[in-house]
């Protein structure tokens, strides 16, 4: 073996080292939500995510047609299934119609508007997300149905259980922000990745409920059905 390859050998494993010392590490906590000062009994729709320190690069943003790259909020029985959704910028979602009826996706979202008009029951329409921030998303057929897609700048992310129980794994070893979402809440608090405490957060869940929205056309749902458009 030539000392040329050998030093690209030692190299490779100075690297190897380096990438192993900064990476790999991970965040737990337990989350609970309040209402009216209650704790409440489970945990549902809430998204953790975790923000580093320093330069990082966006997530690639693959084609729409690279499933490995999409995500799905469905609809079924007049709902959104999930109800919440966190995608990184530059994702895809489809959304599937599982009911026998019409549904028509739409959000007014800034950037990240979209309309998916009329869906029948299938595999149903996908949207490229590309702008950072929440977007709210509706049907334009029933007006109690209603969702959320967070389009974050940060691939570490999660789901808390019913119990409110989260882990963040394969993060790097530094301080940043971490950052826990409800539609009626949100909490941040810094923190350095890696630490074995097990952070707990009490998330009172203090914002009104969303009021009655507007159509697409920036109408009442009862305006609508008069005129029978969609």
Known sequence: MSKKTCLHIALLAVVLSVSNAVSGAEIRGQIQLMDSGKAMSSVTDVVVYFRPDGAQSKPAARPAADSSQVFVMGTRKKTFDPKVLAIPVGASVRFPNRDPILHNVFSVSGGNAFDAGLIPKGDGKTHRFTEPGRV???CNVHQEMT??????ETPHFTYPDRRGRFRLEDLPSRSGTLLVWHERANS??????????????????????????????????????RRGRY
């Open 188 to 225: 941040s608090r810094r923190i350095t990745a890696g630490s074995d405490d097990v952070i707990e957060i009490e998330l009172p869940l203090v914002k009104r409920q969303v009021p009655n929205h507007k159509n697409k056309f920036g109408r009442s749902y009862k305006s609508r059905k």
């Open 147 to 152: 969702a959320n897609i967070l389009v974050l």
């Open 136 to 138: 709210r998303v509706f």
